[in-house]
Each structure stands twice: as C-alpha cells, then as structure tokens.
C-alpha cells in the first residue's frame, strides 16, 4: 500500500510512523490514533487516485485540512489520512462576479487577504481562521460570528469540486446563482463531515467590505429584551448587524481572572452583555462627519440612547478607536480558552429558536442546579443566530455522571425543538447524542445515502452516523 | 384502491375520471394524462396514509400543489395524484423570529399577505404567485425576480417536514439559522421535484418590508457596462438592489404590440433596457424630505444621472408614482404571455456567471442565425442573478429541428460554464438534456441517492432523472 502511495505521489508525500504522528492528534481533547499513512496530494487527479486505491483495498480514509474541528472527526486508528494542505492555490478572485475559487487546503485567513485587496470579504469568520482551512469549513459546514448577516459556510458557496467515495471526480465548479438541474450534491457534501466524499475546491460567494464598522457593548438585567433589541437595532441600520454576541456576567468575571491586563468593558458588572457590530455598506453611512464619527455610529448612538432612556438596556459603551473595538472582540474570542480552564467539562453547542435563548438559558440552569449543585458553567452564545455554547463543569469526574448532565440539558433543547448541534457537527462526540436524538425517519434517509454513495464504508467512517 | 382511498380520506377527497382530469392537465403545454385518481388530503398524517398504501401496492404517485411549473414535473398517466390544496394552513407566524410556519397547500400571495400584516415579508417573488402554492415552490426551488438580494427558495427554508417515500413522516420542522446534526435532507428534498418524498410544510424565513422602493428602468447600447452598473448601484445603497431586469429593445417592442395600451419606457427605443428596483430598509433611506421624494430615489437618480453624464447609460426614467411602477414593471411580467405568442417555441432557462450573459447572448444568436437564419427569439433576463429565459422561434415546425437549435445555444451555456436549467428545474422537458449534459458522476450519485430513498421508484417517477 505505501509502495503504491508512493508511486502515486512521491515518497516525500507519503508519511508514516513518526512522520504521521502530528496528524493523529485531537489536540483540543488530548487523545491520539496512529494513522495508517499521510499522504499529501497536490491536486484533485491525485486526490481521485488515491481514493480509487484505498477503495480498489477497502482501506479507510480520513480527509483533513486544518485539523480545527471541535468534534472529533478527524482521528481514527489505522485510517489513510489524505491532507489537503498542498491544495492550498487560489484559483482565481472574480471582482465582478463577486466571487473566488479556491482549494480545499487554502487557509481561511490567506483568503480573507486576498480578497481584502479587492475591498471584498469573504464573510466567514471564526477564532480558528488562522489555522482552519476552506475543505474543512465546507465540511463541517463552519458557523461562526456573522451567520446572522451572512449565513453559514453552505451559504457562502456555489459551486463544490469533489471526489467521491469510489474515486470520480464530480464537478459542480459553477459561478452560478441559480442552477435547478437534479439534486443538490453541493448541499449533501457540505456538512457531511467528509463521510461521503472529499471537498477538492470550492466556489465561494464575495461580499463588499463594509466602510465603516460600529461596535458596541450593552449591559442589562436580562435577557428577555434582548431579541426586541436586535429587531430594533436592525430596523434602524437597514439590517446592518454583523455580530450580536452574548456573554452573562460570570463570562465577564472568567475572562478578567485569566486576563489581568484586560479591560472590564463597564465599571460595573451586568448579568447580560451584548456585543454589538454594525457594518455599514453605503457611502452615506461610512464618511466621518465634521466631528469625526461615521453616521452609522451615531445611528448606532441614537437608537442605543433611546433604550438607556426607556430602561431597556442599563448601560452601554461605544468603541470610539480600532483598539477599542479590538479589545471588546478580545473578550469574546477568549471564549475556548475559558472553556478549557476546568475538566472535566462538556461544551454543549446548541441552537434554539431566536426568541427561546433565555428559556433556554434560565431551563439549563436550573436542570444542572437541581441535578449537580457543584456543578459550573460557562456560557456564551452567538445570540443574533439562536446558537448557545454551554460549556458545562461537572462537579464529578465519573463520565456517566457527565452524561447524565448533557442529557438533561439536551431534554431542554429538545423541548425547546433546538438542536444538539449547532456548528460544530458530530464528529464522534455527539454520536450517542445523534442516536438518541435525531428524527429516526432522517437517521434512516442518511444511512441509506450512506450506504448507497459509500457501499465499502471507507469515507471517513465512525463519523457523524451512529452505529446501528 | 379507489375504496381503501376512500376508506382513508373520505370519499370526498377521491376524485376519479372526469372528476381528476383536471389534474393532469399540463396548461402551459397543452397536454393531457389521466391520473388514476386524485386525493386530497388534509394533514400530513392522511399524506403518510396515502403513501403507506401507495408503497404497498406499488402505485406510482405525484405530488402536486398550485400546478404552474413549467417543466411537466406535475403529469403521469395512470398516477395516483396528491394534491396538497387541502394542506393550507398557515400554522404560525412567529414576528419576532422572523419566521412563519406554512403548509405545503398555502398559495405563495397569500402568504405574502399574511405576513405583510407583520410589516414583514417572505421574498419569493414571481408572476405564478397568485396560484402557486408552497409546497411546489420548494418541491422546485423556485427562483424569481428578487434572488439577487434575498436568493432562491431553498434560501427562504429553516424546516420542513415531508413523507418519504416508504410514508415515513420526517420531521425537520426548525425555526433554527445553525444546525449541523448530519446530512442535509432539507436541501436534498427541496429541488428534488418531487422524487424523493413529499414536502408537507416548512418554516420560511421572513423579512422586513422596505420601507420604500425606487424603481427604474435604463436605457443603454449595450449590455457590456451592466454588471459594473449593477456593482456600483449596489455600492452607492448599500446592496439595495432588489431586481435588476434585462429585456432588449425588440423585447419591448413585441411587448407594445400585444398591449397598444402599455406606455413604452422612452420616447426612443434602445438596444438594452434594464429594469432596476432598490428596496430602502434604513428609516433615514425612506422618509421622504420636503420635496416629497425619498431619500433612496435620490440616491438612485444621482448615480443614474453620473452614469447619464458619463454615457455609460443612454437613457433614464425613475418611476415617480406606484402606478408608473406598476407599469415598469408590467412590460417584465408580460414575458410569458409574449414567448406563447408564436409556435413552435422553446424556453432555454439557462444561468450563467454574472459577467458572461452578454457573452451568451451574442453568442447565442450568433449560433441561432447561423443554423436557423429564419429563426426568432424572445429574451428577457434576471441579470442581476445571470438567469436568462432565451425563448426561441425555429422557422421549422420539426421537433428535430428545434432539438438541434437547442442543443446548439445549450453547446454555448456548457463553454461558459452555466446550467441548463436555472429556475424551472428538470421534470420531464430537460430530460434528454440532463443524459446529454450533466456531470456524469454527479448523475450517478443521483441515482444512487433516488435508489436509496425510494426502492420502488414510486415517487414522481419519470421526472428529473433521465432513464438509464
């Protein structure tokens, strides 16, 4: 088998034993599985070469790209991993079009430069962009903090190039905005967390860089006014929220004990804090008026003035410099960081309807509370898109006893119609929670799919489907 | 099976012979085919009974809802029809969610009036809306005229809930903007015309009314400037740009002659006209100053009036009052009626990247009048998503012959990379054009998936997929 890597690829991009050894690490979660080899291909021909080899032996295939995930889904023991690092060109960038094509190993961050130069975005945007790489985002399906503006990673793409499980190379590479023409293959692939194929390249949708951003944070008693404040706020820009994040109180408190040079964003402490980021598209809104403030920040002002003055928020602070504004974002990215201070610790990541996140919140806590007292917390939710991480402290070390508690909770979400997942799929470690909760009659659709896109079972398998 | 129908539904609600014919007609095409029968059910528990029995018994079935598709995706001899008409309850409209929860039988205007009474609006917009219903509207992935700001249907879609094809009632029913919990069998089964299960709902995205709309149409000599137009109309509002139409002058002329009561946009005519709508969100883009305009027609009329100063437009006129809007728009909305004026005809709705539709264009006719100098055509495109509906008029009355024209303008949609079909899907017309011209792997994957989900190939049989 190496021997014919090698034939396929070059020895250099064929690793084992040591060599292999970085790519079988979950680093988030400290456990390891020795990969039967690491190849690198350089393209999508030898991509589809060494699919057509693993299926021609029956051998079991991982794809990776920037090894971020948070699920689990890139580790299995004695599997072939096919690294798409060296699929790392930009096709090309269509000003006009608005749009990129790009390969699966391109760095999310190289692409947010890239089109920068051509005051595009590509709205994806996440703590992990440093390092995660587009195939996985496509495969995963990425969320992040502009969902609420922008949508999910599916929303931002076209056109897919993919090898499927028996090696063909499936080329749905359009520049399209509408293409009603069978099934939608780009929408299977995307979020199936490479079980049912490998995403080569991709073309993605650009958006015009905002001219001028506005961000705020809010402190208030509760969340209950939260949704009416979006809706509000919205209504006063045109619909120009990017972000609207929340972070209670204790978040605030844990963020400052692990950084003590970092800035409280109020003298005193609110039990709901909400971030706030506008990002103006039209000229009007963007030049500095003879004061030096954008329109959109006075907007932002007003309508923020207006709800200090009718109680619904109790305090507010506008960021009036980049530094501001990066020191506010610096708190909501140290969210993992926080999370990962206790263990044992579950982060639930779920999604409820927009207008049940504080049901939601208030049902969790109090099913931990009256299950496990001890137990912590630590809470943060993208609030503009209904997706909440509830990073759970158990006060025992007992596994089942941790489960009980994702149960419970689960049972509020379910309650709440949400879903257990949210952005971070399922990987291996939500597949019990997959078996339990997901519709039967879905379960049983995507095995079918399954079994009939990947009769050998070799794409990536153990992940995202439960064993029946 | 008229009596176990019967015994199901009530017998009501089973039409037979002269009673289901109807139903099998397909009006736009003028054929008929004589379903078996045609129930009616009136819950998605009575849908699941119906096609519990229709899997027993082998039956093929074919779901239908408003019965305006364009593709014969509706007709089968001997079929057992389920008309959802009976399913039309819009079940919630939930305002601060921005979300309605609508069975598959609610006709789309009426829908539109629902929500409307929100100040909200769900953005799916094309001339079929007064009788098409939701169901057929996801079951193709309708596009229309706004998918350039708001995108196709399967866009609009949070949930649905649909049976399969063995009558298993799956229940994606969620109100939720992140869900990564496996496959994703809302985007398989919205498009998938009804082959692969029956949509019985959904919940749909709502948004927020503008508050005011500016409306043009342009005059230009060529269609070359439009996309940079487009860009810089979108730049200038902030991405306002609700519609951006494209109908050449011999469009419009063929327009005046069917309606010699309907204004022509200019005194003079000119080779490209382009319909452009900005729909204002921001209070400040919609309040209207001392001189009674509003600020968004402002807006417009100043980058009209640079672009007029420039000469890279030759003509324009801003509708001043709803009814010249209504007027514009009109002369778009006759474009149905304008292509069923001569036989024999084919609709070629065909997409191809936003800056290559003027390169279609010439190209098309090019090839149209080298192999059918006598030949006539009827164009009008959604240009701002690349949609162009190319009508074509052979001088021959052969069905071979028109096969060979199409084939031919199709030749020129493959060399740039567009679809073949954009908005009005595949159902039976595009058949031999779905063997010819999609990718091959991709067409293997869709029948393994059809495989898969319905064994016995009950579901809508004979649509979408080309027979082997």
């Known amino acids: 088998m190496i021997d014919r890597l090698s034939a396929l690829l070059g020895p250099a991009h064929v690793l084992t034993g040591k060599d292999a050894e970085a790519y079988g690490w979950d680093w988030g979660h ?6 039967l080899a690491v190849v690198r291909p350089a393209s999508t021909a030898e991509v589809s070469a060494v699919v057509r080899l693993a299926d021609e032996t ?4 991982i794809p990776l790209s920037g090894r971020t995930g948070l699920a689990g889904g890139g580790q299995g023991e004695g599997a072939l991993v096919i690294s798409l690092e060296r699929m790392n060109r930009i096709r090309e960038i269509r000003p006009g079009a608005r749009s990129a094509v790009v390969e699966a190993g391109v760095v999310l961050a190289r692409l947010h430069e890239a089109v920068g130069e051509h005051d595009l975005i590509f709205p ?5 962009r440093g390092s995660a790489m587009i195939g996985g985002c496509l495969a995963t399906n990425a969320g992040g903090s502009n969902v609420l503006r922008y949508g999910n990673t599916r929303d931002l793409v076209l056109g897919i190039e993919a090898v499927l499980p028996n090696g063909e190379v499936v080329d749905l590479l359009q520049d399209l905005h509408k293409n009603n023409s069978g099934y939608d293959l780009r929408h299977l692939l995307i979020g199936s967390e490479g079980t049912l194929g490998i995403i080569t390249a991709a ?8 001219g001028a951003y506005a961000t705020a944070m809010l402190g208030m008693d509760s969340l209950a006014p939260a949704l009416g404040l979006l809706n509000r706020v919205q209504q006063a820009t045109g619909g120009a929220v990017e972000a609207f994040e929340y972070m209670p109180g204790s978040y605030i408190a844990d963020y400052l004990a692990l950084h003590p040079e970092g800035r409280a964003p109020f003298e005193q402490s609110h039990p709901v804090n909400i971030l706030i980021e506008i990002g103006a598209l039209a000229p009007r809104d963007c030049t500095p008026g003879p004061d030096g403030v954008v329109p959109i920040a006075g907007y932002l002002e007003e309508v923020l003035g207006e709800m200090l003055e009718a109680g619904e928020i109790t305090d507010a602070v506008i960021a009036g410099t980049g530094a501001q504004r990066a020191a506010l974002w610096a708190i909501r990215e140290a969210a993992s960081e926080i999370a990962a201070q206790r263990h ?3 982060i639930l990541d779920v999604a409820v309807p927009l207008d049940r996140v504080g049901d939601f919140l208030t049902r969790a806590d109090d099913v931990l509370a009256s299950l496990d007292p001890g137990a912590g917390t630590s809470v943060v939710a993208h609030l503009g898109d209904g997706n909440v991480h509830y990073t759970i402290f158990p006060s025992s070390k007992d596994p089942m006893e941790k489960d009980r508690l994702v149960e419970a909770i689960e049972d509020v979400v379910a309650d709440l119609r949400g879903a257990f997942s949210a952005e971070h799929g399922v990987g291996t470690h939500k597949l019990n929670t997959m078996a339990r909760r997901k519709d ?5 659709a995507m095995r079918a799919i399954k079994a009939a896109l990947d009769p050998k079972g070799i794409m990536n398998p153990g992940k995202l489907l439960p064993p029946q």
């Open 30 to 35: 400290g456990y390891f599985a020795q990969p």
């Open 58 to 61: 029956g051998t079991p295939v």
């Open 124 to 128: 994806l945007m996440f703590g992990a």
């Open 203 to 210: 073309v993605v949708r650009l958006r015009p860089q905002p």
């Open 344 to 346: 044992p610790m579950s």
């Open 440 to 444: 039967p009659g879905a379960l049983t």
